[in-house]
């Protein structure tokens, strides 16, 4: 059965007009051009839906007890069509984002806050992890895209940049550190660390950074939870280094957030989605946002 949308307009404008003539007005066609349609459509049912004669056209019994059916076909179609079009236009939708917990912590939050007043529509769904379990979501087709500090991923992921963060020495208020004007990593070394646990991407940017500087030194305390490091720092018990784009810390009671001016400890934020995937346009307009509210690390 073939059946399309032009068929059951016109069909509903006859039955309703009781007229061939005022249907075809009404639709904007000729009248033989609507009298195809309504002979398609019978053709593709058959069965007889109108008895014509030259003063009326009536709804055979047939046509009566199929107008309600029909009607809400062609209703359930023209809402497919429209729901289709505000898909396309990036009106409405669902976008499934993972990204790093600094990321979700700032950046996200205000993109989806502004999404939500030009677009109110368009759903987010998050999920707050560490760069390994972002790939492993976007390998799997579980999100759209992910945002995260990555390295060394295969030819089966593509990368977009998006902005550049660097890591900062966190240390309570009042610490001898807080009477050094510049610091290093050297310095740093000389009290205990607090550091992110092995799956973070902030530890292996860490680790690498303090190789490269041939300081060897393990970790006071690893933490799982940036408020943690906080916390143990803010209790005195040692100094951290964490992301700047998770911190806000200047507003931490207590905590002194001081920038170390080392280039290495800077590091890309990329967007991450599978290769050959076009992103749907709701996609399309959280990025928009993100990337309007971005800031790069100074």
């Known amino acids: 059965m073939n059946l399309n949308l032009k068929q059951l307009r016109a069909f509903s404008a006859v039955a309703r007009s009781a007229s061939f003539t005022r249907a075809a007005v009404r639709l904007h066609l000729t009248q033989p051009a609507l009298t195809v349609q309504v002979r398609d459509l019978e053709s593709a049912l058959g069965v007889r839906l109108f008895d014509r004669n030259t003063r009326q056209v009536k709804l055979t019994a047939i046509g009566r007890d199929l107008l309600p059916t029909l009607e809400r076909v062609l209703a359930d179609l023209d809402a497919v069509a429209e729901d289709t079009r505000q898909l396309a236009a990036g009106h409405r939708g669902r976008v499934r984002v993972a990204a790093l917990p600094s990321i979700c912590a700032t950046r996200l939050p205000r993109a989806i806050a502004q999404l939500a007043k030009t677009h109110p529509a368009i759903r987010v769904e998050l999920r707050d992890t560490v760069a390994q379990r972002i790939i492993a979501l976007v390998a799997a087709e579980e999100v759209d895209f992910g945002i995260g500090s990555f390295e060394g991923l295969g030819r089966e992921f593509e990368l977009l940049p998006y902005t550049t963060d660097r890591l900062a020495a966190v240390f309570r208020k009042g610490h001898a550190l807080d009477k050094r004007a510049t610091l290093k990593l050297e310095d740093l070394a000389e009290w205990p660390l607090i550091f992110m646990d092995t799956q973070s991407s902030v530890r292996a940017h860490v680790e690498?950074?303090?190789?490269?500087?041939?300081?060897?030194?393990?970790?006071?305390?690893?933490?799982?939870?940036?408020?943690?490091?906080?916390?143990?720092?803010?209790?005195?018990?040692?100094?951290?280094?964490?992301?700047?784009?998770?911190?806000?810390?200047?507003?931490?009671?207590?905590?002194?957030?001081?920038?170390?001016?080392?280039?290495?400890?800077?590091?890309?934020?990329?967007?991450?989605?599978?290769?050959?995937?076009?992103?749907?346009?709701?996609?399309?307009?959280?990025?928009?946002?993100?990337?309007?509210?971005?800031?790069?690390?100074?």
């Open 208 to 298: 690498r950074t303090f190789s490269a500087r041939g300081i060897a030194k393990p970790p006071a305390f690893e933490v799982t939870y940036m408020a943690t490091a906080v916390g143990l720092v803010r209790a005195g018990l040692g100094v951290s280094l964490l992301p700047t784009s998770a911190l806000e810390l200047e507003l931490a009671t207590g905590l002194r957030v001081h920038p170390l001016r080392d280039a290495a400890l800077r590091r890309n934020i990329s967007i991450v989605r599978r290769a050959g995937r076009t992103f749907s346009p709701a996609a399309q307009r959280l990025l928009e946002a993100l990337r309007a509210e971005a800031r790069p690390a100074r």
